[in-house]
């Protein structure tokens, strides 16, 4: 009956909440990038692998996240 009401969103199993992260933490890492090459000499061209890096140790934990007490597809 309550099944009705949860949608991917409001599932609070591991692997969901990891998923969740996902958006930020893409965001802060774009963040932290233009931060490194504002402030040491490294610069947006060489750190532009850290966005495939960052985003694949994210999906790395969601694959590995328990499913337990998922909700939902
Ligand atoms: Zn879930």
Redesign the pocket.
């Given at each position: 009956m309550a099944d009705e009401k949860i949608s991917g969103r409001t599932?609070a199993?591991a692997?969901?909440r990891v998923r969740g992260l996902m958006g930020p933490i893409v965001l802060i890492t774009i963040g932290v990038i233009f931060l490194f090459g504002e402030y040491t000499r490294y610069s947006f061209g060489e750190l532009w692998p850290l966005l495939l890096i960052v985003p694949g140790i994210v999906m790395l934990a969601q694959s590995l996240a328990s499913?337990d007490g998922?909700?939902?597809r």
């Open positions: 599932c199993c692997h969901c499913k998922h909700a939902g």
